[in-house]
């Protein structure tokens, strides 16, 4: 079992960058494919961007292909979602998402990922 707390995430406005985090507990954290998420209001969970357990390959949506960055560090426990160019529409709470298979956090089905953090809300002001 693996625990995910993000931070980083807070009000930018347009063309600004955030750096999110998320923090895993326990030792198995390099087992793990990791992703990133977002749901905006009355909208529903869509996949953003997703790393392998090495790190090695990412996975993005269209919509954020080329301004945000997904890597890790596997000896701190930590994966990252740099994230530039931010545009209102990005704005929504964002979820780190942890899943053994790699299939469930690189744009799968969100409601098969294993482990979630609570979210950390980034708002893009225009």
Same mark, same amino acid.
């Not at 930018?12 to 977002?38: H, I, N, P």
């Not at 301004?67 to 530039?84: C, E, G, H, V």
């Not at 931010?86 to 709470?93: F, H, K, R, S, Y």
């Given at each position: ?22 923090? #895993? ?5 390099? !087992? ?8 905006? *209001? ?18 993005? #949506? ?25 545009? *209102?529409?990005? !704005? ?13 956090? #690189?744009?799968?089905? #969100? ?8 979210? !950390?809300?980034? !708002?893009?002001?225009?």
């Amino acid at each position: 079992q693996v625990q995910l707390v993000e931070s980083g995430g807070g009000l930018v406005q347009a063309g600004g960058s955030l750096r999110l985090s998320c923090a #895993a507990s326990g030792r198995t954290f390099s !087992t793990y494919a990791m992703g990133w998420f977002r749901q905006a *209001p009355g909208k529903e969970r869509e996949f953003v961007a997703g790393i392998t357990r090495s790190g090695g390959s990412t996975y993005y #949506a269209v919509s954020v292909k080329g301004r945000f960055t997904i890597s890790r560090d596997n000896a701190k426990n930590t994966a990252y979602l740099q994230m530039n160019s931010l545009q *209102p529409e990005d !704005t929504a709470v964002y979820y780190c998402a942890a899943d053994h298979r790699l299939s469930t956090v #690189a744009g799968g089905d #969100a409601s098969s990922v294993d482990y979630w953090g609570k979210g !950390t809300l980034v !708002t893009v002001s225009s």
